[in-house]
């Protein structure tokens, strides 16, 4: 198979299956669930067959001209996020960015109880007012270059500053899509979803999406000043301590993971705002490995949830005697987010910070470093209410499937430190060729 079928294979294979799907529920479930796995696996498989090509530096484009600038380019898409991931146009970006709103609508709301749909609207009408003035920074951005075209637009501005509006109207947009501040408030009341829903959303795609489009347009594809840097990294740092101390006094488990991944976040754009190798680096290691670990502990805190039938830590205790599969994958996930060695988020923070005393930023390392003081206070404490002391619930061990799961995370979240060199080596190529880019 060559690049270019690939390449569509990797678009339509799940684009055109999941319309397919509710047909195959209609046969059977387990036909449903088997026909969604083969979709995802098939995806994936093409994906890393083109990972060597795109190593290399190679374009590898599918594309189609349309008229006003406009043209079709879509690149290793596994669903929206795969869109919002390899679009080259701005316009494209834009409408996979608003599918990941409707459709994020959809799984925040899936009990579809009044309060879980008040809950989906929330985070549906923040998102989508973010994206909307993320469209006029787009639109400003072609009033400025005469394209939407990422390529054409480094090409221009190379020789012409990026004017503050453009900068402030695109930063709503990712700040609202990343949960952070003052645009937060949408994620902690997306626990509302199911634990997987959840997992999904905080930890591996939707809030990644802000960072990433971030990482993308203001290191990748142009510079804007170092004030904007500044700003960045003010916002991020509020977010960060502001978040962990709700998570310190809240009571709820799923609001307090969540809390913790809109302070997390700030680490991210921490990083990439450095704009300095190391910090860069960080930046993205801390999304794959932040990634893994608050999977982990999302899927935990449904088992525990199911097994208990409550979300208050301070109902629970001692559960480690009767859940310990359930109890040590929460630890090592904990371990990771916390930062603490060997784990994989340990290499993340400490690059991070390694990029934000490189330009003697020293005052807001000490601060971030305050951010991950509380993180380690607000895990640990969740671990000692919920798995430690005296009994208050009776509850079972999670099914075979749910306990693999957390457990094969818990896993990844330690050897990601443990062979760290490997991940570390596909951040570094990345951060090469973003620094090159603007260069």
Same mark, same amino acid.
């Given at each position: 198979m060559n690049n270019s079928l690939a390449l569509l294979s990797i678009v339509f294979v799940p684009v055109i299956g999941a319309f397919l799907l509710p047909l195959a529920g209609y046969i059977h479930k387990y036909l449903r669930n088997a026909a969604a796995f083969i979709l995802v696996s098939v995806s994936l498989l093409l994906s890393i067959k083109l990972i060597p090509q795109v190593l290399s530096g190679t374009i590898i484009n599918v594309s189609q001209a349309m008229p006003l600038g406009f043209n079709l380019m879509l690149?290793?898409?596994?669903?929206?996020?795969?869109?919002?991931?390899?679009?080259?146009?701005l316009i494209l970006l834009y409408l996979f960015w608003e599918i990941t709103g409707i459709v994020s609508w959809r799984l925040i709301g899936f009990f579809r109880g009044q309060k879980d749909v008040l809950m989906a609207d929330k985070a549906f009408l923040i998102t989508v007012f973010g994206a909307v003035v993320m469209l006029l920074g787009f639109i400003s951005l072609y009033a400025q270059t005469g394209s939407f075209d990422l390529a054409v637009i480094k090409e221009v501005l190379k020789n012409q500053p990026l004017s503050?509006?453009?900068?402030?109207l695109i930063l709503a947009g990712i700040l609202s899509k990343s949960a952070t501040l003052p645009f937060h408030t949408w994620l902690p009341d997306a626990g509302v979803a199911p634990s997987p829903v959840t997992a999904l959303l905080h930890a591996a795609v939707l809030v990644k999406i802000g960072v990433y489009v971030f990482a993308r347009l203001f290191v990748a594809t142009f510079a804007i000043a170092p004030d904007a840097h500044t700003i960045v990294t003010i916002i991020a740092l509020a977010s960060t301590i502001i978040s962990a101390g709700a998570a310190l006094i809240e009571t709820d488990l799923k609001r307090i993971i969540a809390y913790s991944t809109v302070s997390q976040i700030g680490f991210i754009f921490l990083g990439l705002a450095s704009g300095n190798m190391i910090g860069i680096v960080g930046g993205l290691l801390y999304i794959l490995m932040h990634g893994i670990a608050k999977a982990g502990l999302f899927l935990c805190? /449904? %088992?525990?949830?199911?097994?208990?039938?409550?979300?208050?830590?301070?109902?629970?205790? +001692?559960? &480690?005697?009767?859940?310990?599969?359930?109890?040590?994958?929460?630890?090592?996930?904990?371990?990771?987010?916390? /930062? %603490?060695?060997?784990f994989g988020g340990?290499?993340?923070?400490?690059?991070?910070?390694? +990029?934000? &005393?490189?330009?003697?930023?020293f005052v807001v390392t000490g601060f971030f470093l305050l951010g991950a003081f509380l993180t380690i206070i607000y895990l640990l404490r969740i671990f000692k209410l919920i798995f430690l002391g005296e009994i208050q619930i009776l509850a079972k061990e999670g099914s075979k499937v749910m306990v693999f799961s957390v457990v094969l995370l818990a896993v990844l979240s330690l050897a990601g430190g443990?062979?760290?060199?490997?991940?570390?080596?596909?951040?570094?190529a990345a951060a090469l060729q973003m620094l090159g880019t603007v260069k």
């Amino acid at each position: 198979m060559n690049n270019s079928l690939a390449l569509l294979s990797i678009v339509f294979v799940p684009v055109i299956g999941a319309f397919l799907l509710p047909l195959a529920g209609y046969i059977h479930k387990y036909l449903r669930n088997a026909a969604a796995f083969i979709l995802v696996s098939v995806s994936l498989l093409l994906s890393i067959k083109l990972i060597p090509q795109v190593l290399s530096g190679t374009i590898i484009n599918v594309s189609q001209a349309m008229p006003l600038g406009f043209n079709l380019m879509l690149v290793l898409f596994l669903g929206a996020m795969m869109g919002i991931v390899f679009s080259s146009n701005l316009i494209l970006l834009y409408l996979f960015w608003e599918i990941t709103g409707i459709v994020s609508w959809r799984l925040i709301g899936f009990f579809r109880g009044q309060k879980d749909v008040l809950m989906a609207d929330k985070a549906f009408l923040i998102t989508v007012f973010g994206a909307v003035v993320m469209l006029l920074g787009f639109i400003s951005l072609y009033a400025q270059t005469g394209s939407f075209d990422l390529a054409v637009i480094k090409e221009v501005l190379k020789n012409q500053p990026l004017s503050n509006l453009t900068v402030f109207l695109i930063l709503a947009g990712i700040l609202s899509k990343s949960a952070t501040l003052p645009f937060h408030t949408w994620l902690p009341d997306a626990g509302v979803a199911p634990s997987p829903v959840t997992a999904l959303l905080h930890a591996a795609v939707l809030v990644k999406i802000g960072v990433y489009v971030f990482a993308r347009l203001f290191v990748a594809t142009f510079a804007i000043a170092p004030d904007a840097h500044t700003i960045v990294t003010i916002i991020a740092l509020a977010s960060t301590i502001i978040s962990a101390g709700a998570a310190l006094i809240e009571t709820d488990l799923k609001r307090i993971i969540a809390y913790s991944t809109v302070s997390q976040i700030g680490f991210i754009f921490l990083g990439l705002a450095s704009g300095n190798m190391i910090g860069i680096v960080g930046g993205l290691l801390y999304i794959l490995m932040h990634g893994i670990a608050k999977a982990g502990l999302f899927l935990c805190a /449904g %088992i525990v949830e199911q097994n208990t039938h409550t979300k208050d830590i301070t109902k629970m205790g +001692g559960l &480690i005697r009767t859940m310990p599969w359930t109890a040590v994958s929460f630890l090592f996930c904990s371990l990771s987010v916390m /930062g %603490i060695p060997p784990f994989g988020g340990f290499f993340s923070k400490y690059l991070v910070f390694m +990029g934000s &005393i490189q330009n003697k930023d020293f005052v807001v390392t000490g601060f971030f470093l305050l951010g991950a003081f509380l993180t380690i206070i607000y895990l640990l404490r969740i671990f000692k209410l919920i798995f430690l002391g005296e009994i208050q619930i009776l509850a079972k061990e999670g099914s075979k499937v749910m306990v693999f799961s957390v457990v094969l995370l818990a896993v990844l979240s330690l050897a990601g430190g443990i062979f760290i060199n490997y991940p570390a080596q596909f951040a570094e190529a990345a951060a090469l060729q973003m620094l090159g880019t603007v260069k």
